[in-house]
C-alpha cells in the first residue's frame, strides 16, 4: 500500500513570465537536495489543503504573498526519501504575488533564474522530464509517476488531462 509523505513544490514566475525563482540548497550539506536547485515548497502539514500548504511554504520560504496560483500536476515519487520513502508532490505555477522575496533561509539562497536557463542547472535529473509542463501553455494538468531506486529515477510515465 502506497502512504506517501504529501509535499508541494512551487514555481513562481517573474511579472515578465521571463524568470522562475528558484531555491539554491547550498547551505546544509547533509541536505538529500544539497547543491542542487530546487522550486519553493515542502510537506502539507496535518489538517492543511494543499493548495493552503503551497501558499504558506512560499511565504515562509520567500515572503511572497502569493495572489494568483494553478495545479499544473502531481508526481509520485515511489522510493524517493532517504529512507526508501514514498512522495507525493502537488507541482504549482505562481503567475502572481505581491512583495520581494528576501535571499532566503537556512536550506539556501534564493535566485531568479531565466526559464531558458533551467535545464542548465544542477538540479534532479528528473526534474528535466516534467519541470517544461509547468511553463508550457497547455492548459491540461500532468500526472505522472517517477519511482526511485538507490537515489536513481528508474523511470517515468505520465498522462495529460
Given amino acids: 500500500m502506497l502512504t506517501p509523505v504529501l509535499a508541494t513544490l512551487v514555481y513562481v514566475l517573474?511579472?515578465?513570465?521571463?524568470r522562475v525563482l528558484m531555491l539554491h540548497r547550498n547551505k546544509r550539506a547533509d541536505d538529500i537536495h544539497y547543491g542542487k536547485y530546487n522550486g519553493l515548497g515542502g510537506k502539507v502539514e496535518p489538517g492543511e489543503d494543499v493548495v493552503?500548504?503551497?501558499i504558506r511554504e512560499v511565504a515562509e520560504e520567500s515572503g511572497l504573498v502569493v495572489t494568483a496560483i494553478s495545479l499544473r500536476g502531481t508526481v509520485s515519487w515511489p522510493g524517493f526519501?532517504?529512507?526508501g520513502q514514498d512522495w507525493?508532490?502537488?507541482?504549482?505555477?505562481?503567475?502572481?504575488f505581491t512583495g520581494?522575496?528576501?535571499?532566503?533561509?537556512p536550506e539556501g539562497t534564493l535566485e531568479w533564474v531565466a526559464?531558458?536557463?533551467l535545464p542548465t542547472l544542477p538540479m534532479w535529473e528528473s526534474d528535466h522530464e516534467w519541470l517544461p509542463m509547468?511553463?508550457?501553455?497547455d492548459p491540461r494538468t500532468f500526472h505522472g509517476v517517477m519511482p526511485y531506486q538507490n537515489g536513481e529515477m528508474v523511470?517515468?510515465?505520465?498522462?495529460r488531462i
Fill in 88 to 96: 507525493f508532490g502537488f507541482i504549482f505555477r505562481v503567475d502572481g
Fill in 115 to 117: 526559464v531558458a536557463d
Fill in 155 to 159: 523511470s517515468w510515465r505520465y498522462h
Fill in 134 to 137: 509547468v511553463f508550457d501553455d
Fill in 100 to 105: 520581494t522575496p528576501h535571499a532566503g533561509g
Fill in 52 to 54: 493552503s500548504g503551497a
Fill in 81 to 83: 526519501g532517504p529512507h
Fill in 14 to 18: 517573474s511579472p515578465d513570465r521571463s
